[in-house]
Structures are given as structure tokens and as C-alpha cells.
T-cell receptor, first 112, second 113 residues
């Protein structure tokens, strides 16, 4: 089945850039997503990228997709303490009723 | 704005009890999902539904059942709660079009003692 992997923890200093990485196995994935989970809350869609794109930028967020290596990354510029959260990578298989396959989540801690 | 509402934020139940977790969405979404979230394991799909009265097993359906009598409501049922079902449960919904994003509720943290 599909496998989505992320490292569990990342710490950065406030003002630095954060890069959260994700690898996936399903080469037929059509969309790849980044979700953010703040403490005590559900998951909030941050951004997504279609599989025929290499990069997508949205304000402080940059998503890079290397389809050959099945590697996805999320870069957060000028990281703020409010960015501290768990970030989930998810892939959407080509078929199926829209269920997503999620990674384990990366807990980002921003140090003031 | 899409709203997915889970009826309880925290629940404490005893082993062997029957437990109902309720989820309601207000965006007329066709698809609804139940996930559980455990540290180091991410989100795992329990069941999903793509229409009223329809249900499909996800990756970990054992010990759970679901009910979708109305489009806006999707219930997760633990027939006989066990301690290994202590977890955070997340409900989500989406339109039926391929790759429509999922919208999540705030979660129900269930503790089974």
C-alpha cells in the first residue's frame, strides 16, 4: 500500500527558514497536500500541489515536488512562533473515494 | 466556511462500553471519513462513506462500525470499547470530485479505562 514518511521533529529559531520533508511511494499520486495541526485542533489545509508542477509559492510557504525521487518539501520563510505545530504531508491516490494517505507528521518547534 | 463539528472534545469510557462519536458537516459534502491519530503513526483511516447509507472499510476497521443515515452526519461506533482504542479521533468531509481537499473537525480525544 501507499507509504508516506516524514521525520518526527524539527526545531528552528524564530526568523529562520524551516524545511519539512516528505517522501511517498505512490507514483500515480495526483495531488500532494500539506496540513497543519495546532495543539488541540483538527487538521487545517495549508497548501497543495498538483503532480505535474515542480513548485508552488504562497506567501511564506514554498512547496517543492521532485516527482522522480517522490520527494515533497514545505519551506516556511521567516518562521514565527505561531508556526509551531504538527505538519502532515498527504497524498491522494489516482483512484478511490478521495481518501488521503497521511505521513506521521513533523512536529515543528520554533524557538524564540 | 466549511464547518465540521464533532460533538465531544473529550470522552472517558470504561472497557466494554458501547461508544458513539458523532460528526456533522454543513457543506453538503458527499464524502465523510473517520481517522484515528496516534503519536508516531500519523492518521489512519478507519471507515469512510461516499453517500448516505454507504460505507467502506479503511485501513483499520476492526472493532469499529459506522452509520450514515443522513448526508450531513457520520457516526463512529465502538461496539465494545477496549483500552487500545484510546486515541484522538478525527472526522473529515469532502466533495466527491477527485482530489477535493478534506476538511477536518477538531477531534475527539477518547480515553478508555
Amino acid at each position: 500500500g501507499e507509504d508516506v514518511e516524514q521525520s518526527l521533529f524539527l526545531s528552528v529559531r524564530e526568523g529562520d527558514s524551516s524545511v519539512i520533508n516528505c517522501t511517498y511511494t505512490d507514483s500515480s499520486s495526483t495531488y500532494l497536500y500539506w496540513y497543519k495541526q495546532e495543539p488541540g485542533a483538527g487538521l487545517q489545509l495549508l497548501t497543495y500541489i498538483f503532480s505535474n508542477m515542480d513548485m508552488k509559492q504562497d506567501q511564506r510557504l514554498t512547496v517543492l515536488l521532485n516527482k522522480k525521487d517522490k520527494h515533497l518539501s514545505l519551506r516556511i520563510a521567516d518562521t514565527q512562533t505561531g508556526d509551531s505545530a504538527i505538519y502532515f504531508c498527504a497524498e491522494s491516490p489516482q483512484t478511490g473515494a478521495n481518501n488521503l494517505f497521511f505521513g506521521t507528521g513533523t512536529r515543528l518547534t520554533v524557538i524564540p | 466556511d466549511v464547518k465540521v463539528t464533532q460533538s465531544s472534545r473529550y470522552l472517558v469510557k470504561r472497557t466494554g462500553e458501547k461508544v458513539f462519536l458523532e460528526c456533522v458537516q454543513d457543506m453538503d459534502h458527499e464524502n465523510m471519513f473517520w481517522y484515528r491519530q496516534d503519536p508516531g503513526l500519523g492518521l489512519r483511516l478507519i471507515y469512510f462513506s461516499y453517500d448516505v447509507k454507504m460505507k467502506e472499510k479503511g485501513d483499520i476497521p476492526e472493532g469499529y462500525s459506522v452509520s450514515r443515515e443522513k448526508k450531513e452526519r457520520f457516526s463512529l461506533i465502538l461496539e465494545s470499547a477496549s483500552t487500545n482504542q484510546t486515541s484522538m479521533y478525527l472526522c473529515a468531509s469532502s466533495f466527491s470530485q477527485n482530489n477535493s481537499p478534506l476538511h477536518f473537525g477538531n477531534g475527539t480525544r477518547l480515553t478508555v479505562t
